[in-house]
Every structure is written in structure tokens, then in C-alpha cells.
């Protein structure tokens, strides 16, 4: 079946520096993919959607400037935490769909970030 | 705004119980569902989805569904539980117009005891 995979899993970083969290689509061509946060005990919150060779979309309260995805291939999209803060520790999850519409979408193992 | 909920957030139940999980969204419009499930230190995976057609959906592990569209309601069952169903169980929801975004509700965290 379709995989994801999210690297790294796990990264822990300084206050004041970036980090990059790379999402791949390992057996299909995915021209949107999803970059969610999961706060501890709560749900999935989508940050931003994805487009290959395009802009991302980003929701509602979500810091484009901060949070900046780029989705340079069909099977790569990257989300950089630019100048990460303590309050930007979280998990990050991305998801992707082999097909355009009325499909499911497949997860990565998400990203521990954590800001000292 | 659409919005998903799910009214357990925690639920114990013991082997061979029955589960039932709810799932409530607000949108009077066309909608597509899910249930995912997160093992312990695993990503999520979907256990079944809703489009169209039987109301009534089988989805793996035993898991069943059905999306009653009066009560706005695609609550997930499975009538006996094992220690293996040990997860974190999120309804999800794709809106008419929203592409291929997904809103999640809060999640259920159902532990089995032996």
C-alpha cells in the first residue's frame, strides 16, 4: 500500500534556529500533501496544505512566515520551523493522497519536535 | 464553521466487551468519513471509510461503522473488543469544497484490559 515517510522523527533544537521536517511519498506521486500539529491529548489540526509546484495554503492562524512549506517534486514536501520557540514543540504529522479526490490519505510517523 | 466531535475522550473497556464510539459534525452539506486509528507509537492508520451507498460500513479488524445523516453521526463499533484494540481512535471528515482536507475530531483513547 501507499507509504509516507517523515524524517526525522525525532529532533530536538535550539530556541532561536530552524529545523526541517521532510515528508516523501515513497510509491506514489502526490501533488497535495497536508502538514498537521498535534497538541498533546488533542486532535489533529491541519496547518497547511501542500501543492506541488505552487504556494501552500495555509489555515486560518497559521503563521506562513514561520511555517514554511515547500513542495519542490511530486514526492517531496519539507516544512521548516524558521526561528523555532519553546511554544513550537509539538508533533507534526503529514499526509498524502495517491489520488486527486474521494481518497483516503496516508500518514507519516510524524516529527517530535522540541524547543529548548 | 465545520466542525467534527467525539463525546468519549477516554473509554476502558475489558476483553470481549462491546465498543461503541461516537462521532458527531456539524455541515448540512455532502460529506466523506473516516475513522483512523493510532497504535501506541505508531502513525495513523484508517480502519474505514464512508462515500456513498450502504449507510453501514465494514471496515478491518472487525470495525464497523454506520452514517446515520439525520443525526449528523458515523459512530464506530466493534462487538467484542481485544487487548490488541489498545489505541487512540479519531473520527475524521472530508466537507463538500474542502478538496481533500481533512478535519479531525479530538480523538477517543480506548484502553482493553485483559
Known amino acids: 500500500g501507499a507509504v509516507v515517510s517523515q524524517h526525522p522523527s525525532r529532533v530536538i533544537c535550539k530556541s532561536g534556529t530552524s529545523v526541517k521536517i521532510e515528508c516523501r511519498s515513497l510509491d506514489f506521486q502526490a501533488t497535495t500533501m497536508f502538514w498537521y500539529r498535534q497538541f498533546p491529548k488533542q486532535s489533529l489540526m491541519l496547518m497547511a496544505t501542500?501543492?506541488?509546484?505552487?504556494?501552500?495554503?495555509?489555515e486560518q492562524g497559521v503563521e506562513k512566515d514561520k511555517f514554511l512549506i515547500n513542495h519542490a517534486s511530486l514526492t517531496l514536501s519539507t516544512l521548516t520551523v524558521t526561528s523555532a520557540h519553546p511554544e513550537d514543540s509539538s508533533f507534526y504529522i503529514c499526509?498524502?493522497?495517491?489520488?486527486?479526490?474521494?481518497?483516503?490519505?496516508?500518514f507519516g510517523n510524524g516529527t517530535r519536535l522540541t524547543v529548548t | 464553521a465545520q466542525s467534527v466531535s467525539q463525546h468519549n475522550h477516554h473509554v476502558i473497556l475489558s476483553e470481549a466487551a462491546s465498543l461503541e464510539l461516537g462521532c458527531n459534525y456539524s455541515y448540512g452539506g455532502t460529506v466523506n468519513l473516516f475513522w483512523y486509528v493510532q497504535y501506541p507509537g505508531q502513525h495513523l492508520q484508517l480502519l474505514l471509510k464512508y462515500f456513498s451507498g450502504d449507510p453501514l460500513v465494514k471496515g478491518i479488524k472487525g470495525f464497523e461503522a454506520e452514517f446515520i445523516k439525520s443525526k449528523f453521526s458515523f459512530n464506530l463499533r466493534k462487538p467484542s473488543v481485544q487487548w490488541s484494540d489498545t489505541a487512540e481512535y479519531f473520527c475524521a471528515v472530508k466537507f463538500t469544497g474542502g478538496g481533500n482536507k481533512l478535519t479531525f475530531g479530538t480523538g477517543t483513547q480506548l484502553k482493553v484490559e485483559l
Open positions: 499526509s498524502a493522497s495517491d489520488r486527486p479526490y474521494n481518497s483516503p490519505l496516508h
Open positions: 501542500s501543492n506541488e509546484g505552487s504556494k501552500a495554503t495555509y
